[in-house]
C-alpha cells in the first residue's frame, strides 16, 4: 500500500488514466466522440479535486522555486520545441496505435463549444502538466532512484532512473516518438534546474501551443 506521499502523487494520475480506460470502452460500445465531449470535464474536474485535498503534501512545488531566470526562458523553448516535434513525429511506426478521433468540442451542427474547448485548453495547459509532472518526475523518477523519494535531489537521479522513467512516458502517449523527446526533454529540465516548476512550466507551453494549433486546424485527433 503507498504511503500518503507517493498516494497523493499517485492517485491524480491514475484517476486521469481511468477517465481515459473508460472513454476507451465507451468508444468501443459505440459512444460517438461527440456524446463523449462532456467526460473530460468531468475527469479534469476530479482530477482538479484530488490535487487540492493532497495540496499540502506537494513540498516540492514551495515558491518560490530556487530556479533563475535563465531556468525559465530555456523552460519555454524547451516547451515550444517540443510542441514542434510533436506535430511532425506522426508517422504510422511512431504511433502505438491508429489515431482516434480525439477530443471534438463541437455541437450538433458541428459549430464550435466554446465552453468545452476552454475547459479543454485549461486542463490541458494548466491541470495535465502539474498533475504529470507530479506523478512522473516529482515521484517516479525520484522513487526509482531510492524509495524515500522526498530525500532524494533532482540533480543526483541516475541514468537507469532517467531512462525507465521517459519510455513509460513515451508509452503513456499514443505518439510514443514524440513522447519520448517529450520525457527526455521534462526530465532534464528537472535534473538540471532541480525545481518541478521548470518542466511543469515546459509542460503547460507545450501543451498550450499544441491546443491552439488543433483549435486552429481543426486537428481533434491531437487531443
Known amino acids: ?3 500518503r506521499s507517493s498516494l497523493a502523487r499517485i492517485a491524480p494520475f491514475a484517476t486521469y488514466i481511468v477517465f481515459i480506460a473508460i472513454a476507451d470502452l465507451l468508444t468501443r460500445l459505440g459512444f460517438s466522440a461527440m456524446e463523449l465531449r462532456w467526460l473530460y470535464p468531468l475527469k479534469i474536474s476530479v482530477v482538479v479535486a484530488l490535487l487540492w485535498y493532497w ?3 506537494y513540498v516540492e512545488m514551495a515558491w ?3 530556479a533563475g531566470a535563465r531556468h525559465w526562458l530555456i523552460a519555454v523553448a524547451v516547451g515550444v520545441a517540443v510542441f514542434v516535434a510533436w506535430i511532425n513525429l506522426g508517422s504510422s511506426w511512431m504511433m502505438v496505435a491508429a489515431p482516434t478521433a480525439g477530443y471534438q468540442p463541437l455541437g450538433p451542427d458541428g459549430q464550435m463549444e466554446w465552453g468545452l474547448i476552454a475547459i479543454r485548453l485549461a486542463g490541458a495547459a494548466l ?3 502539474v498533475m504529470e509532472e507530479l506523478f512522473w518526475r516529482a515521484f517516479l523518477l525520484r522513487w526509482l532512484s531510492r524509495p524515500d523519494f522526498l530525500q532524494v535531489d533532482p540533480a543526483s537521479v541516475g541514468l537507469k532512473a532517467f531512462a525507465i522513467t521517459a519510455v513509460l512516458f513515451a508509452v503513456e502517449h499514443n505518439l510514443w516518438l514524440a ?3 517529450a520525457g527526455i526533454a521534462y526530465n532534464l529540465l528537472y535534473v538540471r534546474s532541480r525545481t518541478l516548476w521548470s518542466p511543469i512550466l515546459a509542460h503547460g507551453v507545450t501543451n498550450g501551443i499544441l491546443g491552439a494549433w488543433v483549435i486552429a486546424s481543426g486537428r ?3 487531443w
Open 1 to 3: 500500500m503507498p504511503d
Open 179 to 181: 513522447g519520448l523527446v
Open 220 to 222: 481533434w485527433e491531437y
Open 55 to 57: 495540496r499540502r503534501e
Open 127 to 129: 491541470v495535465v502538466p
Open 64 to 66: 518560490p522555486p530556487v
